[in-house]
């Protein structure tokens, strides 16, 4: 059964770092590009960055608004994707999930997401 | 960036009715569309990907159409877990963007 289970989540104050991670099991993490997605509270979904796979080299993709702020990695070792958030702003405040690429291009699963809070 | 406006952004409906949420892109996106569920506190679901193909899973009710620009999620006959808010998104092009939501509620 393919699980992500999203940690790392928490109060952070602006101009601070976090790190989440997202560990997976089910399936073989290399073979998938990984996404992460962030909801604001009380907002729509927005998409905020993509890992390819092993056979892309494992490179990276983000959106214009977290770009040059945030890294996305992976540990294939450890069944582990990860994103970096430097220099948070309070408008990073929202619950970021982590969610695998089938094959088909689309989202197919998706963790239960950590809460990011980015205030004073 | 493509645009996905989604309409409408709210609906009451009760149980049996038929429910359409369309979703227009900005520029043609061919079928690289997705629709997904969520309820509150949870992740969101797919519904369909593909503009129109259900997941193994998903209740034969809930349908997908359109192709290029405009898009059509029906569920035929509302049933009780069904209230939620329902996402389009589009996936042909970086960055991926997704509709502001549709929230069915009951009537």
Same mark, same amino acid.
């Given at each position: 059964?393919?699980?992500?289970? &999203?940690?790392? @989540?928490?109060?952070?104050?602006?101009?601070? #770092?976090?790190?989440?991670?997202? =560990? !997976? +099991?089910?399936?073989?993490?290399?073979?998938?590009?990984?996404?992460?997605?962030?909801?604001?509270?009380?907002?729509?979904? &927005?998409?905020? @960055?993509?890992?390819?796979?092993?056979?892309? #080299?494992?490179?990276?993709?983000? =959106? !214009? +608004?977290?770009?040059?702020?945030?890294?996305?990695?992976?540990?294939?070792?450890?069944?582990?994707?990860?994103?970096?958030?430097?220099?948070?702003?309070?408008?990073?405040?929202?619950?970021?999930?982590?969610?695998?690429?089938?094959?088909? +291009?689309?989202?197919?699963?998706?963790?239960?997401?950590?809460?990011?809070?980015?205030?004073? | 960036?493509?645009?996905?406006?989604?309409?409408?952004?709210?609906?009451?409906?009760?149980?049996?009715?038929?429910?359409?949420?369309?979703?227009?892109?900005?520029?043609?996106?061919?079928?690289?569309?997705?629709?997904?569920?969520?309820?509150?506190?949870?992740?969101?679901?797919?519904?369909?990907?593909?503009?129109?193909?259900?997941?193994?899973?998903?209740?034969?009710?809930?349908?997908?159409?359109?192709?290029?620009?405009?898009?059509?999620?029906?569920?035929?006959?509302?049933?009780?877990?069904?209230?939620?808010?329902?996402?389009?998104?589009?996936?042909?092009?970086?960055?991926?963007?997704?509709?502001?939501?549709?929230?069915?509620?009951?009537?």
């Amino acid at each position: 059964e393919v699980q992500l289970v &999203e940690s790392g @989540g928490g109060l952070v104050q602006p101009g601070g #770092s976090l790190r989440l991670s997202c =560990a !997976a +099991s089910g399936f073989t993490l290399s073979d998938y590009y990984m996404d992460w997605v962030r909801q604001a509270p009380g907002k729509g979904l &927005e998409w905020v @960055g993509r890992s390819r796979n092993k056979a892309n #080299s494992y490179t990276t993709e983000y =959106a !214009a +608004s977290v770009k040059g702020r945030f890294t996305i990695s992976r540990d294939d070792s450890k069944n582990s994707l990860y994103l970096q958030m430097n220099s948070l702003k309070t408008e990073d405040t929202a619950v970021y999930y982590c969610a695998r690429v089938a094959r088909t +291009s689309d989202f197919d699963y998706w963790g239960q997401g950590t809460l990011v809070t980015v205030s004073t | 960036d493509i645009q996905m406006t989604q309409s409408p952004s709210s609906l009451s409906a009760s149980v049996g009715d038929r429910v359409t949420i369309t979703c227009r892109a900005s520029q043609g996106i061919r079928n690289d569309l997705a629709w997904f569920q969520q309820k509150p506190g949870k992740a969101p679901k797919s519904l369909i990907y593909a503009a129109s193909t259900l997941p193994y899973g998903v209740p034969s009710r809930f349908s997908g159409s359109g192709s290029g620009t405009d898009f059509t999620l029906t569920i035929s006959s509302l049933q009780p877990e069904d209230f939620a808010t329902y996402y389009c998104q589009q996936y042909n092009s970086y960055p991926l963007t997704f509709g502001g939501g549709t929230k069915v509620e009951i009537k």
